[in-house]
C-alpha cells in the first residue's frame, strides 16, 4: 500500500514475527537478526556476513539495510551498492537497550530531512553512541545529539 503512494516504510524486524518484508524502504537489523532472516549459521566472519547481506537483500529487496553489528558499529547496504562499514563512535557502553529503535528512527528522521545516506547513518550511529551510554531505555536529546 506505501510503495505505490511514494510513502517511505522502515521496519526493525524481528525475525519471530515472521513477517514479510518484501520491498521495504529501510530495515534494521542486528547481526542476530540479519542471519535469522538470510536463514544462514554466523561463523563470525566477514565473508559470512557479506554472504547473509547478499541473502537478505536478494530475498527482501528493501532500498536501505543497516545492520547494526553492536561495539563493531554499522553496515550501510544500499540496494546494488557495496556495503560501507561504520565504525562505532560509543566512548563507553552501560546498556543497549533502546539502541536499535534509535537508530532506525534517528535515520528515518534524517533522510526525511533531506540529508545524504552516508550523513544520516552517521547521524543515528552517533545517537545510537549516546543512548548506550545511559542505564537502561533512554531518549537523546537534541543538545546530546549536537554534541555528540
Known sequence: LCKPRGIWLSFDPKPAHQLDLAGMSLITPNRAELFALAGLPDEATEASLNAAVTAVQEKF??????????????????RSEKPTLIPTVAQEIYDVSGAGDTVI???????????????????????????????GTAPISAEELLNA
Open 105 to 135: 528512527a534517528v535515520l528515518a528522521a534524517a533522510l526525511t530531512a533531506g540529508e545524504s545516506l552516508k550523513d544520516a547513518a552517521e547521524l543515528a550511529n552517533r545517537a545510537a553512541g549516546v543512548v548506550v551510554s545511559h542505564l
Open 61 to 78: 529487496e528493501p532500498v536501505i539495510m543497516l545492520v547494526t553489528l553492536s561495539e563493531h558499529g554499522m553496515l550501510l547496504c544500499p
